[in-house]
C-alpha cells in the first residue's frame, strides 16, 4: 500500500501563501493520478486539486482556481500544493490521495489511500 506523508501546512493570515508538499512510496507513483482533499470541521471532506501521473493535466475546485497550484516531480515521488491568496474559508486539515490510473477523479471514495493530513488556518 502507499504510503503518504504531508507537511507545510501552518497559521497564515488572509492574502497570504503556504506550499504543503506530499512524499509518496513506493514507486508506483509515476502512474497514479494525486490529488488533495480538505476537511473543515463538521464538514465533508472535499476535492480541492487533482494532477495527472506525467502531470500534463490538472483540475481544481471552482472555490480554489486562479488561487491554487497543483504540481508533481515524478523523480522525487512528490506532489505540492502552492496556495496563493489565502481566505478564512480555505482553513481546513488537507488531506494528499493517490489513485491508480489517468482519470482526474474528483470524488474521494476514489481514491484508495490518504495521507494523515496536515492542518492550515488562516486568520482573518
Known amino acids: 500500500q502507499v504510503q503518504l506523508v504531508e507537511s507545510g501546512g501552518g497559521l497564515v493570515q488572509a492574502g497570504g501563501s503556504l506550499r504543503l508538499s506530499c512524499a509518496a512510496s513506493?514507486?508506483?507513483?509515476?502512474?497514479?493520478?494525486m490529488a488533495w482533499f480538505r476537511q473543515a470541521p463538521g464538514q465533508e471532506r472535499e476535492f480541492v486539486a487533482a494532477?495527472?501521473?506525467?502531470?500534463?493535466?490538472?483540475a481544481y475546485a471552482d472555490s480554489v482556481k486562479g488561487r491554487f497550484t497543483i504540481s508533481r516531480d515524478n523523480a522525487k515521488n512528490a506532489v505540492c500544493l502552492q496556495m496563493n491568496g489565502l481566505k478564512p474559508e480555505d482553513t481546513a486539515i488537507y488531506y494528499c490521495?493517490?489513485?491508480?490510473?489517468?482519470?482526474?477523479?474528483?470524488?474521494?471514495?476514489?481514491?484508495?489511500?490518504w495521507g494523515q493530513g496536515t492542518q492550515v488556518t488562516v486568520s482573518s
Open positions: 490521495a493517490v489513485r491508480s490510473g489517468y482519470a482526474l477523479v474528483q470524488s474521494r471514495l476514489d481514491y484508495n489511500s
Open positions: 513506493p514507486l508506483t507513483f509515476g502512474t497514479s493520478t
Open positions: 494532477i495527472s501521473p506525467t502531470g500534463a493535466n490538472t
